[in-house]
Nanobody, 123 residues
């Protein structure tokens, strides 16, 4: 059974930092794409960043490039999202998601999701 468990969310002031963690199990970690999505109230879910564990390729949404860093620890089956210089517009529920390279980028999105963790950035 695939499981993705997020942690690390919280309340932080603008300009601060948070590190999200996604502990994964139930699939071959180093062959999957694992990423972070977020959804703010009244807005559509958007992909923030992802990493292809099979070749290390990384993707970042333009608005977070240079502020967020995604990394993967294959020994711990955990993906991290280091978020620096946070802005109020980064406030959202952040979800970890995973799937094979073939499926992750389909219109339907990844097939496996965590429960989400709230990130709130105050101004």
């Amino acid at each position: 059974e695939v499981q993705l468990v997020e942690s690390g969310g919280g309340l932080v002031q603008a300009g601060g930092s948070l590190r999200l963690s996604c502990a994964a199990s139930g699939f071959i970690f180093d062959s999957y794409v694992i990423g972070w999505f977020r959804q703010a109230p009244g807005k559509e879910r958007e992909r923030v960043s992802c990493i292809n564990n099979s070749d290390g390729a990384k993707y970042y949404k333009l608005s977070v490039k240079g502020r967020f860093t995604i990394s993967s620890d294959n020994a711990k089956n955990t993906v991290y999202l280091q978020m620096n210089s946070l802005k109020p517009e980064d406030t959202a529920v952040y979800y970890c998601a995973a799937d094979s390279v073939e499926n992750f980028f389909k219109l339907t999105g990844p097939g496996y999701w965590g429960q989400g963790t709230q990130v709130t950035v105050s101004s």
